[in-house]
């Protein structure tokens, strides 16, 4: 597929203590996982060693559905990476999933950079695989459904 | 057991600037802009250099307190303090820290200062230039979310979102720091005045945010001398006294991911109830406010969220007449603010509230008794304090 930005912006990489490895081998697979707690079930998002509620480690990655809301927006006019000089308006959300709690992930909103955004409204995940990247990583994308 | 708190017990003696530089231009290295600053505010005090004996700085200030004790010549160093993280927000909380070092006996002299020359280092509103990126920045910077305007300006696009307030409201803001930096010769933007069109045409840097909501970046020190309050009444200048100073944030507001359960704030929801016990003081009762500008929709959620109006009345109360010196319902920037004086991290604002205090201000408001500072809205840790006049202990 394409992708929404152009090349030459930074590359995630996994943390040298591995903490969100399993969440970037789940999107190169299209699965989208993220951490429960075994204990009392919370949902822990970004990826953290321990439950922030009863303070257990024993987390355990989950898959959740690829289906969320937007909970924020913005459009980026400025660009302040040499990557996307010239390259116009994009699109950020913040989108909470319903299916884990209402956790929120930071993603771009696919489609026309101009186009309105609605707070509340649905989308789904759209897995971005740079697979001839250095190192090969996947995004994850939002479109309205 | 008595009150802990540090209400009137440490005052803020002197005050002291270098000359403030478009970004990138100083002709004086960080370091010498440090100094520069630390030997006016001693001069201000009416004290020598030499004793002062504590140092206190935010958003790890480059300019190491052992180098600056040894290129001064102090005679000891006593207390040396950094708050940590949170940018532009350190700035009431490191004012704080050293009135509690005089406060408690472990520091009878401390300077609080920040100095900036972003040509010698990094700017602020760039993105980091690097070929992998790991941690919470991972899921943030390849999606094109780098820059500080980019970090918050979600969270003002949900507050807005969520009380209906227009974009009128973040122009007024903006349009009070241009008015009361025409009043003021230090200020960039002395000479540049703006007005509503103006600020209607600037282009958008991010939605909902034009280029006149975002602060300027520029180079310059800045420096306070804080000492116990009883020395301060035998001092040059009309002492402001330390009412009450409060940091932090509520709960998890660092939570990954832009996961803070609170989102649609400046992060003030504990912070300003904080401050507000300590000092004793009111909403009604502050007289003028310096409150950060990193961004205008910072402001506009720091006021409500320091009680000033209900996030309902922020329409009708963010006009300009209410913003402005000297007879507004609450002047805010009276100096032109970090959108049009000078961005030097927000000391300057705590500079400009002593002014007040001592009636030296150039958008003098009468009679300030109670004189307020909001540092950094929407980082973590935030923080906030209120200066006295001698009135108010």
Known sequence: MTRYLPEGLAIPVPESDGLSQPYWDGVAAERLMVQRCQNCQTWVWGPEWICHSCHSFDLAWTEVAPKARIYSWERVWHPVHPALKGHGPYIIVLVELPGADNIRMIGNLLGDPKQDVPIGGSVEAVFEHHKSANPPHTLVQWRLA | ?????????????????????????????????????????????????????????????????????????????????????????????????????????????????????????????????????????????????????????????????????????????SLASYHHAQSNPRA??????????????SRWIVEPWRLYDCCMENDGAAALIVVPAERAKDMPHKPSYLL???????????????????????????????????????????????????????????????????????????????????????????????????????????????RQIRGTAT????????????????VTPVSNCIFGSEATL
């Open chain 2, 1 to 173: 057991m008595a009150t802990r708190t540090l209400r009137g017990q440490a005052a803020v003696a002197g005050i002291g600037e270098t000359t403030c530089y478009k970004h990138g231009q100083s002709p004086d290295a960080e370091f010498k802009l440090a100094l520069m600053a630390i030997l006016n505010a001693a001069k201000d005090a009416g004290i020598d250099p030499k004793d002062i004996d504590g140092f206190a700085s935010y958003s790890n200030d480059r300019n190491d307190p052992s180098r600056i004790a040894a290129a001064l010549g102090t005679k000891e160093l006593r207390f040396s303090n950094m708050q940590w993280g949170g940018g532009g927000g350190g700035g009431a909380a490191a004012v704080g820290n050293a009135a509690a070092a005089v406060a408690t006996g472990m520091a009878d002299c401390v300077v609080v200062f920040r100095s900036l020359a972003q040509g010698q280092f990094a700017r602020f509103g760039q993105g980091p230039q690097v070929p992998t990126i790991s941690g919470d920045m991972a899921m943030q910077a390849p999606y094109g979310l780098m820059s500080p305007a980019q970090r918050y300006a979600m969270k003002c696009m949900r507050f807005m979102h969520d009380h209906d307030v227009r974009h009128d409201a973040l122009r007024a803001i």
């Open chain 2, 188 to 201: 960039v933007m002395y000479g540049r005045p703006l007005d509503e069109a103006a600020y209607d045409a």
């Open chain 2, 244 to 354: 009450g100073a409060a940091a932090g944030s509520d709960h998890r507001c660092g939570a990954p991911s832009h996961n803070h359960p609170n989102y649609a704030s400046a992060n003030f929801a504990s912070v300003a109830p904080n401050l507000y016990r300590m000092a004793g003081v009111k909403p009604s009762e502050v007289d003028v406010l310096q409150s950060y500008e990193n961004f205008t929709g910072g402001v506009l959620m720091s006021i409500v969220e320091h009680g000033f109006c209900q996030p309902e009345e922020a329409n009708d109360f963010l006009v300009k007449d209410n913003l402005l010196a000297p007879g507004g319902k609450l002047p805010l920037n009276t100096s032109g603010g970090n959108l049009a004086e000078c961005y030097m991290h927000g000391l300057e604002l705590q500079i400009e509230a002593i």
């Open chain 2, 363 to 378: 958008s003098q408001v009468k009679d300030v008794d109670v004189s307020m500072v909001i540092a950094g809205p929407m």
